[in-house]
């Protein structure tokens, strides 16, 4: 069965800090590795895709890595701010059909 | 932010009641989605379509109906209510198939079932 698995469920820390959040997926044959940020409230907004053939990829202070072999991918949030509070979610493509499986998210609280 | 906009935000109904929320996009986005989001789990997809009167069932579907009737809208269908129905519900639009494509998400509906 296709799962993604993000760790840690639930994570604080301080502003300023930074923090790294993961991802395991079984998916295969595999397309592209997403990452979304989801505030209270609201819907996911993406924040990178990365195909197999990318291992990282930036938007500002997020970064995030893949390594295709080991099937994991990692996001970095470099210098926290308060406003980075969310959920973050991984989601994984399959190469065929109109397949995309979600994560359950790591909620991220930064506090000052 | 992609132009998309869900109806009703919230709503609160009773088991065996019918329900319908509604999803309205201004991108001319050929794809169109329904996920449900619950605690402990990953976005789920209910129903998708691909074209004016194509759809397809997710992963989801029992419980749910769709109807895209024009490019710009797509609504969700709850024929009969049931409390295992209460979730949060996102529309989502793409301009390619979904497993390739950027994917934008709407606001969210959250349902309750009493």
């Known amino acids: 069965k296709n799962q993604v698995e993000q760790s840690p469920q639930s994570l604080i820390i301080l502003e300023g800090k930074n923090c790294t959040l993961q991802?395991?997926?079984?998916?295969?044959?595999?397309?592209?590795l997403r990452w979304y940020k989801q505030d209270t409230g609201r819907g996911p907004v993406s924040l990178t895709i990365?195909?197999?053939?990318?291992n990282t990829k930036s938007n500002g202070r997020y970064t995030a890595t893949l390594d295709a072999d080991t099937k994991q991918s990692s996001l970095h949030i470099t210098a926290s701010q308060l406003s980075d509070s969310a959920s973050y979610i991984c989601?994984?493509?399959?190469?065929?059909?109109?397949?995309?499986?979600f994560g359950a998210g790591t909620i991220l609280r930064v506090k000052s | 932010d992609a132009g998309i906009t869900q109806s009703p935000r919230h709503k609160v109904t009773e088991t065996g009641t019918p329900v319908t929320l509604r999803c309205h996009q201004t991108?001319?986005?050929?794809?169109m989605y329904w996920y449900r989001q619950d605690p402990g789990h990953g976005l789920r997809l209910i129903h998708y379509?691909?074209?004016?009167?194509?759809?397809d069932k997710g992963e989801v579907s029992d419980g749910y109906s769709v109807s895209r009737s024009k490019t710009e809208d797509f609504l969700l269908t709850l024929e009969s209510a049931t409390s295992s129905q209460t979730s949060v519900y996102f529309c989502?639009?793409?301009?390619?198939?979904?497993?390739?494509?950027?994917?934008?998400f709407g606001e969210g509906s959250r349902l309750t079932v009493l």
């Open positions: 990365m195909t197999f053939s990318e």
């Open positions: 989601v994984v493509s399959g190469k065929y059909g109109n397949k995309l499986v």
């Open positions: 991802c395991n997926y079984t998916v295969s044959p595999f397309s592209n």
């Open positions: 379509s691909y074209g004016v009167k194509d759809t």
């Open positions: 991108e001319n986005h050929r794809y």
């Open positions: 989502a639009i793409s301009e390619v198939q979904g497993n390739t494509g950027e994917l934008f």
